[in-house]
């Protein structure tokens, strides 16, 4: 690849996906929310945000940019720092009712992040 910019992006990116993949389909499996999901979620969001911060950058170096994937890119950014913050305060509380249905919050945040992972390959 020509563009280590590019490459590195792309590779943070996809471990950002890894992360909250696993962290999200194994919580919604064993039906609770569990302190290593939330670990998950965590280094799902921080590296969506150094790829995220690094694919700002190449864009004002392009001038390229794209509003759909720009705004659910934010949006889905957005809810998975407001998810993991969720998750932080639903583990500290350790009500066990909570921890049984926070997984239906997650899969929601899972599917519009989903939205710009999948539509960044294509907008090129």
Known sequence: MENPLLFSSLTIISLAMIFYTV??????YVKQLRP???VCFS???????????????MGQMTNFHDT??????????ILMII?????I??????REHELQ??????IFVWCVWMI???????IR
Not at 116 to 122: A, L
Request: glycine fraction near 14%; aromatic fraction near 18%; hydrophobic fraction near 45%.
């Open 101 to 106: 249905v926070f997984n239906r919050f997650s």
């Open 89 to 94: 305060r639903t583990i500290r509380r350790g």
């Open 116 to 122: 710009p992972y999948c539509t960044g390959g294509m």
């Open 43 to 57: 280094s799902g969001v921080v590296t969506d945000t150094i790829g995220t911060g690094i694919m700002m950058y």
């Open 68 to 77: 759909f994937h720009l705004v659910t890119g934010w949006l889905a950014l």
């Open 36 to 38: 290593w999901h939330v």
């Open 23 to 28: 962290g999200v389909w194994s919580e919604w």
């Open 83 to 87: 998810h993991a913050a969720w998750a």
